[in-house]
């Protein structure tokens, strides 16, 4: 099987038109990872010394250009001191793509360019040649690898869209071995469910892009007769200093005979992607000079094809001294289809472009994954990052791949700090003190969007609190609305007094909290009939850091309980309607393995378990033709060593065995037959 690379959904700006666009606000292209590293809060780190000096970070991707000034050394004087070529063994990994130079770069550039952990040291594994794909096992390969090299940290930029169990269970391993694991969510924004292996892992650190600390770090908003609609600034676009108001026009592909037909004066114009003729190249600076020219407030592109993009306006087939005179900004197909469909005579629009660095970049994908956790953990800058690229040069690109290593780099920085942290109380100073990031209205994303908020290393750096775990899946029903959580607190050269909590979240859910020598124990109450998933945040100050707990509420009509005896789970259904068949799925949170059992109001449902696991409960229940779920969490630790050897032999190898018996029964028995006719 092939995996994509999360690879650039590159803003790759050629040389000449990135200088002249972006000329009046940097001098020189090369200082633009300065912006991203700064703005997540470096400054007090690197002022104390910490800089990643002894961390061992290993970068599973296209391999890193050893030779590159910033990246420089092969073996253990130089800054990559180890790794392994899997495509061509017996070579050193060398980069001939770019790809993994490029996420080397962000994570311990130490040059012209200054990553975040400048000293810390690379672990190179070469799993791709080309950046277009990889296979599973060599991505299995290089984690078991890093895992005998000792490795401090893992940085896995790449993946696919969907689940493979066997690199989820090489990501359990290192984790088990204290290693550190990131990775990237992927490239397949702005759906949800759009996170694969290993982004979706349980135990890893999934990261996902916001915009970056430059004035092109801008989004927008568009509403159409006061409905909001999801659009996107192409590059180039400038802010506004105030929104733009006007009437919507349709104008086809956005030609000039096209326009000559209709009334585009100071009107915002939407015109559908590409041309009505086949091979014509209708550029999107000729659509908007055509829109400025005919008098049009600012340009909409929808897409003609499914799926948002991102258009430039400033690109090398430009004609010589164009520049943008209006805003254009992108939409997806459907909506911009609608948009026809309905616009009236006096359809008014308004269109906004301003400035938020801390934006989730449309790109970036999205959860959930699961019921039971959280995906992506944390969100970092992953847009317009410029850092080392092959041949000694520097590449201005943007896609989660880059979001990851700044999360690799803030990991390498609180390990030097406190290297007698275990990697999940390092995830939880990440997590804990994230900042939150909003959308173009001022609304909060929420988790299955950015996780616990945009990564900040100096809250992080300055914590001195450690929650576990760093948030929660809680979940009610009509017949259990009530629900408790406790936290393991441990403090860093410091004490607990002076604890403040509260919580944010739905007013009709009540909320109380005691903290008992080191932990917090919550109780949340549910007193609404508002089914469904609800999100609310556990706020914690201590010490003059503020620490987030994200909670995700599932609050569902039926309830599935779940009890244990011997090595059998049992389950009973309740549902306050009459229900007729339920379909149990059992997943062992170890190793993400699912099996499933059914079962009627008539029949009592149990499973085998073999393991000492936390087991997630996902229970699927019919009632008059429609179908609700309900869950379940369990922590099993009872089942004996000699029990669980007893079964590590699974029942497909159970099979194996039986079947390579018979067969040499059956060959047996054919020699002794030969003889006997002999």
Do not use: C
Request: charged letters at 20%.
């Amino acid at each position: 099987m092939k995996i994509a690379i999360i690879f650039s959904i590159s803003v790759m700006i050629f040389g000449i038109f990135v200088i002249s666009l972006f000329a009046q606000y940097e001098s020189q292209i090369h200082t633009y990872l300065q912006r991203s590293v700064p703005y997540i809060g470096t400054d007090i780190p690197r002022i104390e010394g910490v800089n990643g000096n002894g961390i061992r970070v290993a970068i599973i991707d296209t391999g890193v250009d050893f030779n590159h000034p910033d990246l420089f050394g092969w073996g253990n004087d130089g800054k990559v001191v180890g790794g392994y070529n899997f495509i061509h063994e017996g070579q050193p990994p060398m980069d001939t793509n770019g790809h993994g130079t490029q996420v080397a770069g962000v994570i311990a550039a130490d040059g012209e360019i200054v990553g975040i952990a400048p000293k810390a040291k690379i672990l190179a594994y070469k799993v791709s040649e080309d950046g277009e794909g990889v296979s599973s096992e060599l991505i299995i390969r290089a984690i078991e690898k890093a895992i005998g090299d000792k490795a401090d940290i893992i940085n896995i930029s790449l993946g696919v869209n969907k689940t493979n169990s066997k690199i989820d269970y090489a990501v359990n391993r290192a984790l088990e071995e204290e290693i550190f694991v990131v990775t990237a969510s992927g490239n397949d924004g702005p759906e949800m469910k759009t996170i694969g292996s290993p982004g979706r892992n349980f135990g890893s650190v999934t990261v996902g892009a916001t915009y970056n600390n430059l004035t092109s770090s801008i989004v927008a908003t568009l509403d159409i007769d006061e409905k909001p609609y999801t659009v996107i600034p192409m590059v180039g676009s400038s802010k506004l200093e105030e929104p733009i108001s006007g009437n919507i026009v349709f104008g086809g592909y956005g030609k000039m005979d096209e326009l000559k037909k209709i009334d585009a004066e100071d009107a915002i114009l939407i015109v559908e992607r590409g041309s009505d003729i086949e091979g014509e190249l209708l550029y999107f600076s000729v659509k908007e000079k055509n829109a400025a020219n005919a008098g049009a407030k600012a340009l909409i592109v929808y897409n003609n094809m499914q799926g948002m993009f991102l258009g430039e306006l400033v690109h090398e087939f430009m004609e010589i001294g164009y520049a943008p005179q209006i805003p254009v900004v992108s939409m997806d197909r459907e909506e911009g289809l609608e948009i026809k469909e309905s616009i009236k005579e006096d359809s008014q629009g308004n269109l906004h472009l301003f400035y938020n660095p801390d934006f989730v970049t449309h790109f970036s994908s999205r959860g959930p994954v699961s019921p039971f956790y959280i995906k992506p953990d944390i969100v970092a800058p992953g847009a317009y990052i410029n850092t080392t690229q092959n041949n000694a040069g520097y590449n201005f690109t943007s896609g989660t791949s880059f979001a990851a290593p700044h999360v690799s780099g803030a990991a390498a920085l609180l390990l030097q700090k406190n290297p007698e942290l275990h990697n999940h109380e390092i995830k939880s100073l990440l997590l804990t003190t994230a900042e939150p990031v909003s959308d173009a209205y001022g609304q909060e994303f929420s988790v299955h969007e950015s996780g616990t908020g945009r990564l900040d290393i100096e809250n992080a750096y300055n914590a001195r609190l450690i929650i576990s775990p760093p948030n929660w899946v809680a979940n009610f029903s009509s017949e259990h609305r009530i629900a408790e959580k406790q936290f393991e607190l441990k403090t860093i050269n410091t004490t607990l007094d002076s604890l403040d909590v509260k919580f944010e979240g739905s007013e009709s859910i009540k909320f109380s909290h005691v903290v008992e020598k080191d932990a917090l124990k919550i109780a949340i109450n549910v007193s609404d009939e508002e089914f469904g998933t609800h999100e609310g945040k556990i706020i914690v100050n201590h010490k003059d850091t503020r620490y987030i707990v994200p909670i995700l509420m599932h609050y569902t009509p039926g309830s599935i309980l779940v009890g244990q005896q011997d090595q059998e789970l049992l389950f009973e259904i309740n549902h306050p309607e009459e229900w007729s068949f339920a379909k149990i799925s059992i997943i062992n949170s170890n190793d993400g393995k699912e099996k499933t059992v059914t079962t009627t109001p008539n029949k009592k449902a149990s499973f085998e378990i073999h393991e000492n696991s936390e087991y997630w409960i996902d229970a699927k229940i019919r009632t008059d033709g429609n179908t609700s779920s309900a869950y379940n969490v369990i922590e099993i630790n009872s089942i004996p060593e000699n029990h669980v050897k007893e079964n590590i032999i699974s029942v497909p190898d159970k099979q194996i065995i039986l079947i390579t018996v018979i067969l040499i029964g059956i060959a047996i028995f054919g020699l002794i037959k030969k003889r006997q006719t002999n």
